[in-house]
């Protein structure tokens, strides 16, 4: 074992002796630098993406739960229907609401004061 680590410590000072040493750390360096470069596009693309699938999702999504208000709102209405028309028909032809009617109209006419000049 103690062999085998006096050989790598001679090849690391050889290495270093002969300017090898410095040519790998550049080398690596050099490498790291463009794996960093061609990660910007990678990540921007993956970005893109993420926000591309996000959004026809997002739209799928509202599409169903578009439907499904409209299906609801119809479907209450539908419900709701014959007691709106009730109390309209009650509101209409009740006399006490035409009386109201006229008051109020005449309560604009003057001004909410009451005294007709």
């Not at 993406?49 to 739960?65: F, P």
């Amino acid at each position: 074992m103690s062999e085998i680590l006096t050989q790598s410590a001679d090849a690391i000072q050889i290495a270093s002796q002969l300017g090898r040493l410095d040519f790998i750390s550049a080398l690596l360096a050099v490498v790291a630098l463009l794996i960093a470069i061609a990660a910007i596009p990678l990540f921007l693309f993956l970005r893109y993406r993420a926000e591309t699938v996000a959004r026809e999702e997002i739209r799928a999504q509202m599409e169903g739960l578009t439907s499904k208000l409209e299906a609801e709102t119809i479907s209450k209405m539908q419900e709701m229907l014959s007691t709106l028309v009730k109390d309209y028909m009650d509101l209409a032809g009740s006399q006490a609401a035409v009386i109201q009617a006229d008051e109020i109209a005449g309560a604009q006419e003057d001004d909410g004061h009451g005294d007709n000049l």
